[in-house]
């Protein structure tokens, strides 16, 4: 059974910086997409960005230059750097582990960041 854990968020001003990470165990993480996505009070889930099994990566316009997607393949961990924190980038943050060929999608529980003066 894949379980997966984040970890890292919190309160933190505008202009501020948050580390996410994402503990994956059960499953051949390598192999995986992984992402991160961020879904706001109210609003849907969307997508932040993806890292594939190679190490591309796809970011949403919306954090390209502020944001970086990381991965350990031997410690199974999903990152997230994020940097020049804004109000709108408050939410819950979610990992992804897929393997769209094999339809296995697993969903950690989040973790909540709060960018708030």
């Known amino acids: 059974q894949v379980q997966v854990v984040e970890s890292g968020g919190g309160l933190v001003q505008p202009g501020g910086s948050l580390r996410l990470s994402c503990a994956v165990t059960?499953?051949?993480?390598?192999?995986?997409?992984v992402g991160w996505y961020r879904q706001a009070p109210g609003k849907q889930r969307i997508l932040v960005a993806s890292i594939t099994s190679g190490g591309s990566t796809n970011y949403a316009d919306f954090v390209k230059g502020r944001f970086t997607i990381s991965r350990d393949n031997v410690l199974n961990m999903l990152y997230l750097q994020m940097n020049s924190l804004k109000p709108e980038d408050t939410g819950s943050y979610y990992c992804?582990?897929?393997?769209?060929?094999?339809?296995?999608?697993?969903w950690g529980k989040g973790t909540l960041v709060t960018v708030s003066s």
């Open positions: 059960g499953s051949s993480f390598s192999a995986y997409l």
């Open positions: 992804l582990v897929a393997r769209p060929s094999m339809n296995y999608y697993y």
